[in-house]
């Protein structure tokens, strides 16, 4: 741990999964885990990703299902923070973070990031680790959504309101709950979304390109995800789409060949999980 960190903490087990913790500057509590406990981690992160791209349709569905509810309902509110992950890719986001950072994500985002036109809406705002996201989108559905949540009162975005009229911030915990349990896979997280999308995003630029590179698979991800290459490359890329890059480009071309269509998946995204299911 940095000698500036306070409150620190040390494992008296060399083998222990959790090594020390520690607090920032700024006071967050950051934590330094044993590299075979990470490893393993990553490695059930990645297992659980063919079972998520497989349910992806059934996620879809239920999302725009409980679109179909009011504004205020607590099913609406969280199936439209799944939504903005799903078209947009931003992090779920943490209050403490946007109390001590000033940095947001889909469930902290307040209304002043959010500005609604005729063309569309975009989004603009800090999310973790200092980065800006500027979104625009042409988006019906994703419209009609935030402009309804928009005209609730409070200045959150995303939230709900309870039995005695009082309004709810929708919170990490709540979207996280309903993705599992759409998945069917008590590991299925937001981040597991943004994890499927950067691989998507990678997995077309090795689709795309005559000779893809790590480095542009990391640039794919990382724009589809508004973060940088190395974190797209450490935490959002399957690394069955990095070895894939380095097939023949005849290789490459063949795993989208007669991809039978499926309601709800784009073609990258068959092809992704024509790959992942081997």
Known sequence: MPPAYEDVWICPRPDGHLQATGRDARLRKQYRYHPDWTAFQAEKKYAGLPAFGAALPRIRRAILRDLQGEAGDQAFAIAAVLLLIDRLSIRVGNPAYASLNGSFGATTLRRRHLKLTAAGLRLDYTA??????????????????????????????????????????????QVNARLAGLVGDAGATAKTFRTWNGSVAALEAALSEENPSIRSLSQAAASRLHNTPTVARGSYIHPQVIDFASESLDIRAALTLDLPPVQGLRLPERALLRLLEG
Not at 155 to 160: E, G, H, I, V
């Open 128 to 173: 973790k680790g200092g980065q800006r996201v500027r979104a625009a989108v042409a988006d019906r559905t994703l419209n009609r959504v935030l402009t309804a949540l928009d005209d609730l009162p409070g200045q959150s975005l995303a939230k709900w309101v309870d039995a005695e009229g009082a309004t709810r911030p929708v919170t990490s915990d």
